[in-house]
T-cell receptor
């Protein structure tokens, strides 16, 4: 069965460029999460979408980060004017319902900002 | 002090040994999440618990809400259990939800 997929798997970009990372959640999952894992660091919560509710953006590190979820399915995380400290693995997860339910993780996108 | 602390940071065990990983948190939580991150980076959700104990195969997770402490136990450990185990404290509040991760425990099981 299809799990959570993310694209691209790797992205190398130059400082100052914008990047878009995509997440395809498991079909039927109403909740979608974005996380970041910097090299040698723990997981960091970024943003959470649940159904048609306004997203919980409390974890976004700066206003250069934004995310959308279209049609309650695919999500795009956009980082504008990338900085070297944005280099990390960006992980997406989805769950059948909201927080408090088992999350299924995608393979991540490794972002390197030169 | 981090809101979620795990111990130990690293653990090496011989195959067959019983392993315990601890997670302490300093905030009121709605639930606690245990995750397993494989050497290749993939993450699997193991347990989500808000009270008592849960068991799945050789894995057991317990939580003591009063003591703000959870443990993950691996019985009859196997080299394939080698991974980083991460706990995350979930706070569901009207002001906003928060999921705070521990730093992870790196487990190596030797054959």
């Amino acid at each position: 069965g299809a799990g959570v997929s993310q694209s691209p798997s790797n992205k190398v970009t130059e400082k100052g460029k914008d990047v878009e990372l995509r997440c395809d959640p498991i079909s039927g999952h109403t909740a979608l999460y974005w996380y970041r894992q910097s090299l040698g660091q723990g997981l960091e919560f970024l943003i959470y979408f649940q159904g048609n509710s306004a997203p919980d953006k409390s974890g976004l590190p700066s206003d250069r980060f934004s995310a959308e979820r279209t049609g309650g399915s695919v999500s795009t995380l956009t980082i504008q004017r990338t900085q070297q400290e944005d280099s990390a693995v960006y992980l997406c997860a989805s769950s059948y319902r909201g927080l408090g339910n088992e999350q299924f993780f995608g393979p991540g996108t490794r972002l390197t900002v030169l | 002090k981090n809101e979620v602390e795990q111990s130990p940071q690293n653990l090496t065990a011989q195959e067959g040994e019983f392993i315990t990983i601890n997670c302490s948190y300093s905030v009121g939580i709605s639930a606690l999440h245990w995750l397993q991150q494989h050497p290749g980076g993939g993450i699997v959700s193991l347990f989500m618990l808000s009270s008592g104990k849960k068991k799945h195969g050789r894995l057991i997770a317990t939580i003591n809400i009063q003591e703000k402490h959870s443990s993950l136990h691996i019985t009859a450990s196997h080299p394939r259990d080698s991974a980083v185990y991460i706990c995350a404290a979930l706070q569901i509040k009207a002001a906003g939800n928060k999921l705070t991760f521990g730093g992870g425990t790196r487990v190596l099981v030797k054959p």
